[in-house]
């Protein structure tokens, strides 16, 4: 039986829901590097093999990584404190309405 990640993505492009590479941003440029480079670094040789499974969906261009810039990261309105206009920024980024009561 197939990972549960690997499953999630199979039936993606099984059901045509995506036409193309799937975009993943990404703030890291470490990671990006080092999941576009396969060969082995004596830094890297504790990353489980499960984690592996980014790397392989690159090499299948299944999925591609982008730099996002720091203060364009949406993610951060979820983990930083942030200013009350920074986060409506965010979260109509992420396509968030506001309930208004």
């Not at 059901?15 to 799937?22: D, P, W």
């Not at 396969?38 to 504790?46: D, G, L, R």
């Not at 996002?68 to 009350?84: E, F, G, H, W, Y």
Request: net charge positive; proline share 2%.
């Amino acid at each position: 039986m197939l990972p549960r990640k690997t499953r999630i993505v199979e039936i993606v492009f099984k059901y045509g829901v995506s036409t193309g590479a799937i975009r993943i941003d990404c703030y890291s440029q470490s990671a990006i590097f080092l999941a576009n480079n396969p060969t082995y670094h004596s830094k890297t040789k504790h990353i489980d093999v499960q984690y592996h499974f980014v790397r392989d969906m690159i090499e299948d261009k299944k999925v591609f990584l982008v730099k996002v810039d720091t203060l364009k990261n949406t993610a951060n309105a979820l983990t930083k404190s942030v200013s009350s206009e920074k986060f409506s920024w965010y979260r109509e980024t992420m396509g968030i309405t506001r309930l208004d009561k």
